[in-house]
């Protein structure tokens, strides 16, 4: 049975909030329901611990099992966050880490998948912090279930009415779904640049990020799997319950994902492995000359294709400078692999370092599909209900 917290927010359309839960239940989840201070205007705590057979939490302190924190509790414990409805001050504060009462507090320790359902006046919609708002908490993965027209609160008229509970309800099933994907399933990623020396200071290297390695764990998390990241050297801090294993050079990524490799089911290629590394470098540092040197340099060893040989799902990533799927198409057939993601890098909105993508996923039978540009994010979570859905 997952457990569901349902987070709720001061807008007139809060009573909605307890047919949501009842819809919830009868589809087999748990639910726990958080109310704001301002929600309490509208639905009372009483109202939901009835409906729920939970205790309803809205005050900070409030401990239902003394000598527990509530808001870690709740967080650990859920599959799935729900906030609806959202009011604009409720979506400005978790979108910037404020945590002053138990809904912002719990959101901000919750590690999970979660969906946002805003409820406000229109004019407050589009104010361009809201909007700035919800696409922070879309770049870190909620869902959000947009907003329709209609009649809201003082008479007026136009987006900003929260969105039918069946489309929500729909929403927050699918990704309670998308969570047993990849259960019991362990999933080896490598991620990020390899440096390889040319002498003690010098290196050959790219400017791969490994963010979209870090979303690619983090969307392999949420839905079920156990991941083993093998990183490149890196500013970016990968999930905290993935297994990182930091390397540097590319014959130290492919002896860590060797080792990695016992028992996994699906591998991810997203690093940026240089292809070439200098034969001979140098133990000390090349001091300046005016005279020209040679680097020679030998090819660095194929990592995706040897680990397509362990026989697990292996799936790489082709960064080209054109929207031209043929190198990908040999690629793939090339290394053995299962699948393999084109990147676009000509576009710099994303290309290296960038927040956002747009993937295209290439099968062995030649078939692609293309994502919407978006945060990296979601893209990852894109390519995993594309892998998984297609066996």
Known sequence: MPNVVLGVSGSVSAYRAADLA????RNGA??????TDSAQRFVSPLLFETLTDNPCLSSVFEEPIPGRMAHLDWAREADLLIIAPATANTINRIANGIADDMLSTLALAYEGPALIAPATNPAMYLHPTVQQSLAILKARGYAVVDPIEGDVAAGEFGLGKLALNADILTDSLAILSRSQRLQGKKVLITSGPTQEPIDSVRFLSNSSSGKMGAALAQAALWM???VTVVTGPVDIEYPRNALVIPVRS??????????ACDGVDWIVGAAAVS???PENPADTKIRRSNEPIEVRLIPNPDIIAELAKTGAKTVGFAAEPSLDLSAAIAKMDRKGLHAIVHNDISNSAIGFRS???RLTLIQKTGESVTSEQTSKLQCALWLWDQLTTEG
Do not use: F, I, Q, W
């Not at 009842?22 to 239940?25: I, K, S």
């Not at 590319?250 to 080792?259: C, D, G, V, Y």
């Open 22 to 25: 009842r819809d919830l239940m």
């Open 30 to 35: 748990n639910v726990r329901v958080c109310l």
């Open 224 to 226: 079920g799997a156990k």
């Open 250 to 259: 590319a014959t130290e990524m492919l002896e860590a994902a060797r080792s």
């Open 275 to 277: 292809d070439y590394r």
């Open 355 to 357: 927040n956002e993508n």
